[in-house]
């Protein structure tokens, strides 16, 4: 007979309750005023305390109820036989070993092998263990193996990376190797020095129903870790003397309870260029700006350092800086009478952040390197023959932005204009009643600067003529005019993107760009056409590299990514590739040639904060009831049936215990009625 | 010597009671002495007479309305008669008003047992024309009559309206009484003696030193002396309010040997320091006490003598 929870038999103590109850409230309802209890005093207090029980069967049977209870509550269940026999079967045990970057931390890591060492050595000869080391991913070093030597070399082998603490992936994958067992009793070892920021409650941990799980802490007392990370920096860009300058400003936490003075150094290209001491109150993050960087040319590293404490990743923050880059858009005007493309180039003439570089060339003298180089191609109002259209079709196929802007004179080559997100019709005179635009689509990344409220209007602009057009079927209409006839359509064209806009760029047809949303609108179509993305200066370790999006130009098929480590890694065209390492990442072109894209990688700061859980939380994620699977861990699984019965004695025993209250209250009515009597 | 006939001739044997019950003190004290000393005309102790004492031969000075001219006749000498009546004495009773005094078990409380002990005493020595006072205390002195032939109403008056309320002590107003009692004189105490017994010896020697006789009536209701209780019940002390949980079954015959311990130690320290002694319970009834209050006295005459 054993208990599934015994912690319950603690209320046992209560008994004493009834037995106090007869011994003192029985006299404590009558007082008696004496005149003096000068003899009564004298008379040695133990044998005033020794009084009699008066009714032994009452109080026996108020002893008994609560007995009972208790012992309901603390859930009685037979053990039988046959799992008797299978809590001495082997077992399968999953050594899940914390490697994030947070181990390094003084001595956890030999804590932590020891730790692991110990749990696969006390493994029987017909137990069988798995080594998954795990970060913010899990990987498994040696599946279900009953060779100790492997597994010990496995967990010698082991070194922390730079990754930081994820619970999740960990269990789930101890999990997986727990649920294909076939071994009767399914353990799991969690060695880790438990760092909060690695378990959001809401990831599930659930490991098999049979299983249990031992959280081994490694690491002394949290209150005591010291330490201090660069968190972030940001780049504040300026141009001066044409050359473009960076400003460096960094943000340094302090994860210790203590005040700390720290140095922070700005690297830049392996030259110390200057240091900064700040002083950082207990938990709180302080920046840094240091002097403007001119940047030379393109791939600088720089590198925010601190100086040497007890977790060495966090002190340093690489950052790869390259001069932003110029949006080249090729305007095709009609030229000559008027200046059609006023407005659109001032527009562009604005940009900062991508700033951009117009050309206007008439569309009978586009050279060809002119319409390489160019990231976007704006056809505005002007007649297209079937040369220039082959061209444009190539060039949004391999992954240009194409803006048709349809006025009075635009015409397609019939034969030639199948792939343009919408066929055009004639013009619309709307000169007695203008139109305005209705139906747009803030949804869109074009319009994502719109959504807010008090964002611009559009409705504000009148159009007194536009293109009627009919939408291809694939092609989506981000804006409607009030008449229900697309205005803005945008189609998916090869690897790049074409706008076709039913009206002007200039006065002719609308009064679109006197209004405050036309920069916006520009500056929207042009970055979404070039699909162009504000550089990361960084990447976190963990997250995955896309050599192709990093580095556009690279004409090779083939990338070869060199690790900081300096191995070489190269990565088919499409592929991706995880980060694993703090440091800077070079991008090369697989044949040797080309340029150089530099990627920083960095560790994830929110390990740095080294705050711990309580084990016994991520137990119990882990096991539904944590009291319940160490008692199933002793045995093998068994049918639900079967664990129900065996453990059904609660409800007798409650049975009992109420049919005893019946009895207690008939008892005390009879001796109330006889002693009143 | 013919008494007056009252209404309550045989007060004297009656429960003490029945006789709380009469509101008027001096007609009760009036009713027991007037019985009980009818009763003693046949009683061996009527010696203490306090009429003629001698005769003894006149002496210029000596008032000539006191010379006894039937001698004169006989002898024709000249004698004075001389009266021990003339010899009157300070009675004071020195009543323990202290709140244990208010507890009473069948249906008398200790404290009015003791008013009227104390209105039959007042009574009795007034007849014989002693000077009758009362001094009331608890840890002081809360009421005080002086000794005075005239103050027999007064003391009755007052002893009818004390009411026994605070904690008592006897040391304190003794103390001060001893020095106040100038002329030597009778005192009768009437207390529950809830103290030590050489506490108590102590507090009443001054008296005794002074020359006063002492008497010390000792009054405790029965209940007290036989602990008669059967509920186990908290019980409350009357003064401190001190409560102790108390089983009485289990510690009756204990304290009955610690009440007889504190009775027989009185009564040695007292006969030690030549205190007249005498342990009443209040069902006793009042001529009992009166009785040995007089049987007191004439062991006094005859030790003078």
Request: charged share 20%; with cysteine; net charge neutral.
């Amino acid at each position: 007979m054993s208990f599934l929870s015994p912690l319950f038999l603690a209320a046992l103590a209560g008994l004493a309750i009834p037995v106090l109850i007869h011994l003192i409230q029985r006299e404590k309802k009558r007082v008696v005023v004496f005149p003096s209890l000068m003899f009564l005093q004298r008379i040695p207090y133990q044998s005033i305390r020794r009084r009699h029980i008066h009714n032994w069967l009452l109080l026996c049977v108020r002893l008994a109820v609560l007995l009972l209870i208790v012992l309901a509550f603390a859930r009685p269940f037979l053990e039988r036989s046959e799992r008797v026999a299978a809590s001495s079967g082997s077992r399968e045990v999953v050594v899940l070993l914390d490697r994030s970057y947070s181990m390094g931390y003084q001595d956890r890591w030999a804590a932590a092998q020891a730790a692991a060492r110990e749990a696969i050595e006390g493994l029987d000869s017909s137990d069988r263990a798995s080594v998954v080391l795990f970060g913010t991913a899990a990987d498994v070093a040696v599946r279900s193996s009953g060779d100790r030597g492997r597994l010990l070399a496995a967990v010698d082998a082991a070194r922390p990376t730079a990754s930081a603490t994820r619970y999740a992936p960990a269990m789930k994958v101890a999990s997986t190797i727990l649920a294909e067992s076939g071994l009767p009793r399914l353990e799991a070892v969690l060695i880790s020095d438990f760092q909060r920021a690695g378990w959001q409650g809401s990831e599930a941990l659930q490991l098999p129903a049979a299983a249990t799980i031992t959280p081994v802490p490694v690491g002394g007392l949290p209150g005591g870790a010291a330490n201090a990370a660069v968190t972030g920096v940001s780049l504040d860009r300026s141009t001066f003397s044409s050359q473009e300058r960076v400003t460096l400003t960094a943000v340094v936490a302090s994860f210790s309870p203590e005040p700390m003075t720290v140095p922070v150094a700005l690297d830049v290209e392996g030259r110390t260029i200057q240091t900064e001491t700040v002083t950082l109150p207990p938990g709180e993050r302080v920046s840094v700006s240091f002097a403007p960087v001119t940047l030379t040319g393109r791939n600088t590293r720089a590198t925010i350092s601190l100086a040497p404490d007890g977790l060495d990743h966090d002190n340093r923050l690489h950052v790869a800086i390259s001069p932003l880059e110029l949006l080249r858009v090729l305007v095709l005007d009609r030229g000559g009478r008027g200046d059609a493309s006023l407005y659109l180039r001032r527009a562009l003439d604005i940009g900062e952040r991508p700033r951009f570089e117009a050309t206007v060339r008439p569309p009978d003298a586009v050279p060809e390197d002119l319409l390489s180089r160019a990231a976007v191609v704006v056809v505005n109002d002007v007649e297209v023959d079937a040369g220039l259209a082959g061209r444009l079709q190539r060039f949004v196929e391999q992954g240009g932005g194409l803006f048709v802007a349809a006025g009075a004179r635009t015409s397609w080559p019939g034969s030639s204009g199948g792939w343009l997100p919408a066929s055009l019709a004639g013009p619309v005179d709307r000169r007695n009643a203008a139109s305005r635009l209705a139906g747009v689509e803030y949804g869109h990344r074009l319009f994502e600067v719109f959504r807010g409220p008090r964002s611009g209007d559009f409705s504000v602009a009148r159009f007194f003529g536009y293109r009627a057009a009919t939408a291809a079927a694939d092609a989506r209409v981000l804006a409607r005019f009030d008449a229900g006839s697309p205005a803005l359509v945008e189609r998916s064209v090869g690897r790049g993107r074409v706008l076709l806009w039913t009206s002007s760029l200039d006065l002719e047809w609308n009064d679109l760009p006197l209004k405050p949303v036309f920069l916006p609108f520009v500056h929207g179509a042009v970055t979404h056409l070039a699909a162009y993305a504000v550089p990361s200066a960084w990447l976190t370790v963990g997250q995955v590299l896309d050599p192709a999006a990093a580095a556009p130009a690279l004409a090779a098929e083939t990338a070869t990514v060199l690790s900081p480590s300096g191995v070489r890694v190269p990565v088919e065209d499409g592929e991706v590739f995880e980060l694993a390492e703090q440091g800077f990442y070079e991008i090369r072109d697989a044949r040797g040639g080309g340029d150089v894209v530099l990627v920083a990688g960095n560790v994830d700061t929110a390990e740095s904060d080294l705050t711990p859980l309580d084990p016994q939380d991520i137990a119990a994620a882990a096991t539904a009831d944590p009291s319940s699977a160490r008692a199933f861990a002793q045995s093998a699984p068994i049918s639900p049936e079967a664990q129900e019965g065996s453990q059904r004695f609660w409800w007798y025993l409650l049975c009992l215990a109420v049919l005893l209250l019946g009895a207690d209250t008939l008892l005390s009515n009879r001796l109330s009625r006889a002693h009143n009597g | 010597m013919d008494a007056p006939r009252t209404p309550f001739a045989g007060a004297r044997f009656v429960d003490p009671v029945v006789l709380a019950r009469i509101g008027n003190l001096e007609l009760v004290a009036r009713s027991v002495v007037d019985g009980f000393i009818n009763g003693l005309h046949r009683a061996p102790y009527f010696g203490a007479s306090v009429d003629f004492a001698e005769h003894r031969g006149y002496v210029p000075g000596d008032d000539i309305r006191r010379i006894d001219w039937r001698v004169f006749a006989r002898t024709d000498r000249f004698y004075v008669k001389e009266y021990e009546a003339d010899s009157n004495s300070n009675f004071s009773v020195l009543l323990d008003m202290s709140a244990s005094m208010n507890f009473g078990s069948r249906g008398i409380t200790k404290f009015e047992y003791a008013r009227i002990l104390a209105g039959c005493l007042t009574h009795l020595v007034h007849r014989q024309r002693d000077r009758v006072g009362l001094v009331a205390f608890d840890t002081g002195i809360v009421e005080h009559v002086p000794p005075s032939a005239k103050h027999m109403e007064v003391v009755l008056h007052v002893l009818d309206r004390l009411k026994p309320t605070k904690a008592g002590s006897l040391r304190e107003p003794l103390r001060r009484l001893a020095e106040h009692f100038g002329r030597r004189g009778v005192v009768v105490i009437i207390s529950d003696l809830y103290d030590d017994p050489d506490v108590v010896a102590e507090a009443i020697a001054p008296l005794r030193f002074r020359g006063n006789d002492v008497i010390v009536f000792h009054v405790l209701d029965p209940a007290e002396v036989e602990f008669t209780f059967a509920d186990a019940s908290s019980f409350e002390d009357a003064e401190s309010g001190v409560q102790i949980p108390v089983v009485p079954d289990a510690l009756r015959a204990e304290y009955r040997s610690l009440v007889q311990a504190h009775i027989d130690a009185l009564t040695r320290r007292f006969s030690e320091t030549r205190v007249d002694y005498m342990f009443l319970d209040t069902s006793k009834p009042i001529d009992f006490a009166l009785f040995g209050y007089l049987t007191t006295r004439a062991r006094m005459l005859r030790t003078r003598q």
